[in-house]
């Protein structure tokens, strides 16, 4: 392997932008439309209204660090714009965290899910999620995609487009089909005038809000092959905008015609699944479990893209642990396949940690916390900092771009923080304390989370560079 090639531009704006709505677009579409209904009585016009304010604050975010696209490119998108804006400090420790808590907990859950709705789609029942079977099969699942992405990068580029693809085709069906028969039978009119229960659980509009946030995460990995995107200062930014309104536009009208596919009532109940039955029959819920397969498959495959690189990215710093082999560089695939493999380990520690703090009887105690959701606490934490220093140092160069917009992602980020506090400390610790126990899922993951970013401390080298600048001096030299 040699140390001084540089990933090529090898990715156009097709694969940018399907990696966004893929990435986004995972299990979270076909599920998070029945708590919905669920927190708003069942009211449609809330609910699109909780997908809208979900998606404006994605749509905010995505377009300010588009705005740092414009302006920076290195090697590992948002990591490059906090060390442009907050220094190489901050940026390591925002690197680590991505590397060891971020990235792999939420691919870990992903191969996990991908597991258990194949399982489904072949026995027809829900029975075997928290199985050796299930366990296994999302270990092949982590290893497969890790394996394509190491050895085929361009094979794992052309993965991802094709199940964007895919998994529009019931989304879009959905959307159409159940509209058009909504309208006829009432369904639709009803969801929108009706409420179906008088006691709210969950605090309405903005529990709804809340169950989008996280239906929602998952877009900013795309950055992180700025470096390997053909034109990457005007693709990414488009990448990220179009993916962005695409997304917003595809929940919406999933969901509407969800609602028409069936009674709203029933929906509340029975989940997506009633709805496909009810537009195509019994055969409607294995096609869902079959999307659903392939929908998982390709987040997942989008998540290991940011896995693959998060490594080699610290080490073109001379960072982290052996800087010297994550740096390297396949010379037969250009891809850093140490840093792949790194982080395919990791994504098996989380895996672990996954399975036995919510798929059994916890061994955790009180560490036990949800993987796939309390990072984006630290992560949106992470971005404040960015976005205000961003505005501080370019704000006068362009006001509505490199101020306005950095303000306003400020606010949604602080928001995003907020609405995961709630889920994960504020309510969890209401209900132990009814129940006579304790339970602060949010403070013992934060423990956890000081201690691995106390690992990384050991890792961080002050009066390190980049590799690849070092490299180009000394051939200067030479």
């Given at each position: 392997m040699e140390q001084n090639q540089k990933l090529t531009q090898k990715y156009g704006l097709l694969t940018a932008i399907a990696m966004v709505i893929g990435i986004v677009i995972g299990s979270g579409v076909f599920f998070k439309g029945q708590n919905i209904l669920n927190v708003t009585n069942g009211n449609l016009g809330l609910g699109i209204l909780a997908w809208i304010i979900g998606g404006a604050i994605m749509i905010i975010c995505a377009i300010t660090f588009a705005g740092f696209a414009m302006k920076f490119q290195k090697?590992?998108?948002?990591?490059?714009?906090?060390?442009?804006?907050?220094g190489k400090g901050y940026a390591y420790f925002l690197s680590w965290f991505m590397i060891t808590i971020y990235y792999p907990g939420m691919t870990s859950v992903l191969a996990w899910v991908s597991a258990r709705y194949t399982l489904v789609l072949f026995t027809g029942n829900d029975d075997l999620i928290a199985s050796g079977l299930c366990l296994s099969l999302a270990a092949f699942y982590l290893c497969a995609i890790f394996a394509m992405n190491a050895l085929a990068p361009k094979l794992a580029g052309k993965f991802q487009v094709s199940t964007t693809v895919i998994k529009l085709?019931?989304?879009t069906l959905v959307a159409i089909v159940g509209t058009v028969v909504g309208l006829i039978n009432g369904n639709t009119v009803d969801a929108f005038t009706g409420v179906v229960i008088s006691d709210v659980q969950g605090g309405g509009l903005f529990a709804a809000i809340i169950a989008?946030?996280?239906?929602?995460?998952g877009w900013i990995v795309a950055t992180s092959i700025n470096a390997e995107l053909k034109n990457a200062k005007r693709n990414l930014p488009l990448a990220l905008l179009i993916g962005g309104v695409v997304i917003v536009a595809i929940y919406v009208l999933y969901f509407v015609g969800l609602a028409g596919a069936a009674p709203v009532g029933d929906l509340m109940t029975g989940g997506a699944s009633v709805g496909f039955k009810g537009l195509f029959g019994n055969a409607g819920a294995v096609v869902l479990n079959l999307f659903v397969v392939i929908s998982c498959l390709g987040t997942l495959n989008g998540l290991a893209v940011g896995c693959s690189r998060g490594m080699y990215a610290m080490g073109v710093r001379r960072q982290g642990p052996r800087p010297d082999v994550m740096a390297e560089i396949s010379p037969?695939?250009?891809m850093p396949s140490n840093s792949a493999w790194v982080g395919l380990l990791i994504c098996g520690a989380w895996l672990f940690y996954f399975y036995g703090a919510n798929l059994t009887n916890?061994?955790?105690g009180l560490f036990t916390f949800d993987s796939?959701?309390?990072?984006?606490v630290t992560i949106y934490a992470f971005y404040i900092p960015v976005f205000i220093m961003?505005?501080?140092?370019?704000?006068?160069?362009?006001k509505f771009r490199n101020l306005v917009m950095p303000i306003l992602a400020t606010v949604a980020s602080a928001f995003m923080i907020f609405a995961a506090i709630w889920a994960h400390g504020v309510t969890p610790f209401k209900a132990a304390k009814e129940a006579g126990t304790f339970a602060l899922p949010i403070l013992f993951y934060l423990i956890i989370f000081a201690v691995i970013m106390g690992i990384g401390v050991l890792f961080y080298k002050k009066n390190a560079g980049d590799l690849n600048e070092a490299v180009s001096e000394e051939a200067t030299k030479e």
């Open positions: 090697v590992n998108g948002v990591v490059d714009y906090a060390e442009a804006t907050c085709v019931p989304l989008t946030v996280f239906a929602y995460e037969s695939t250009n916890s061994i955790f796939s959701e309390i990072p984006i961003f505005a501080i140092k370019y704000g006068k160069e362009d």
